[in-house]
């Protein structure tokens, strides 16, 4: 018997903050056949919340530090504006999304990351995930919306990474479901010229990737979603895609894929 | 075949406030048998956050009025910040808690109350609880726990009182469970003299509660938490105790019930 299908979104701030793409990302979305969960980061309004209540953003290596008072507002924002706008859209729109940290049903369970040379604060590097219990929301024909915060289980949120989680539950469900996931960024996906935005690269392979990287055309943020993309791909994820708004609306974008 | 027991707690802004107590509290709700349902108001963050970001409260008969902008507020406080610190404490504390407004699984449908001689903004008034996608919860042994915020199936998040949501929860899920509702004020009860704690009246019967109401004994605040508490007995539910936490981890409090 074959897998069930699953769609994997994950949208990005700027993504949110701009009404009519986002409405036409989702419909599209919506449109795929099968069973879907959507993936969601922050964007700037958490940035604006932090600096009303003076709050500096503090950023390493395109991660957010993760102090406690950073912490309070990612989940306020994230956990709590974001997430739950989007599941207000998804409605009117006719789908049964049902919002969610890591700390609902105990869905993504971290730990907060180990001290190395950086401190990332209450960052939550993932241990598991709960497939039980998506698996029923699923069977329930809802769809899960997963904002950015995990918990440990001792009572500590914790700020994780969108696309580390959307990569995780993709990994996560590959082994039931026929897993397609999307990293919905700015740009249509990798480009061979990150100033020219029709050199987008349609088929990437994990070679060519670390070739790339080593060249500098594959740099900063890029390269921990691809880590992220081509981990997916490795643990059985049908297809992981690297697209942006409107390279997602035409079924385009990069097509991650192993070697050969 | 007797009904599955189902116990609802509703738990305000101070305890939530005061760690101790919220654990003790919280300890002796997971250690009752059966179902459970958490539904938590907001508190002075939400107040607190207002006033740094320069939005003025504005109460109408103990409730708060919501323009657009402290609509954001208490998504952010009550749906994220509160609602899911709580989620990770009852994690912690080994209970499977599910945070939800009622957009999520379209729980709770409401709309936007209508404009009579007062502009309550965006507040909502329920029309529908998803008793299908609580159930669903519940059988999959979780422990929803609702924040006061609503939706209208349009894409509309709204501010709906907390005390109402926990009424109208036990009022829709009596026809499948055998409720028990506790409403958890700071008081330990319902008082005949409204300065002295021991003045605790331990069972109230509608005809009296519009006897204390009409004399004064009963006023403010409290009304509108008894009425919904009333029509919760009136539609089924078992037992409503208003109580406060000391009264409640001693299983003492307000009983309501019919005449006679």
């Given at each position: 018997m074959s897998k069930p299908k699953l769609h994997i979104l994950k949208i990005g701030g700027r993504l949110i903050e701009n009404e009519e793409a986002l409405h036409q990302v989702l419909h599209h979305f919506l449109q795929k056949d099968g069973n879907k969960i959507l993936v969601h980061g922050g964007g700037k309004r958490a940035s604006e919340l932090g600096q009303i209540l003076q709050v500096p953003v503090k950023m390493i290596e395109g991660r957010r530090l993760t102090d406690e008072a950073t912490l309070e507002i990612v989940i306020m924002v994230y956990a709590g504006l974001i997430?739950?706008?989007l599941v207000a859209k998804l409605q009117s729109m006719g789908s049964n999304a049902v919002g969610l940290s890591g700390a609902d049903g105990n869905a993504i369970l971290a730990h907060k990351r180990i001290v190395k040379t950086i401190d990332y604060g209450f960052a939550g590097d993932i241990d598991q995930v709960n497939t039980t219990f998506?698996?029923?929301l699923l069977t329930a024909h809802t769809l899960p919306v997963f904002c950015a915060i995990t918990h440990d289980k001792n009572g500590q949120l914790l700020n994780t990474n969108a696309d580390t989680i959307a990569a995780t539950l993709s990994k996560a469900l590959a082994k039931e479901f026929e897993v397609n996931s999307y990293f919905c960024l700015e740009k249509n996906g990798v480009l061979s010229d990150p100033n020219d935005d029709d050199s987008l690269i349609p088929q990437l392979d994990f070679t060519t990737f670390q070739a790339l990287k080593k060249e500098g055309t594959i740099s900063d943020g890029m390269i921990p979603k691809l880590d992220n993309g081509f981990e997916a791909i490795d643990k059985g994820a049908k297809e992981v895609v690297i697209c942006g708004p409107?390279?997602?609306l035409?079924?385009?974008?990069?097509?991650?894929?192993?070697?050969?």
């Open positions: 997430n739950k706008k998506i698996k029923a409107a390279s997602f035409r079924n385009e974008g990069t097509k991650l894929s192993k070697n050969g």
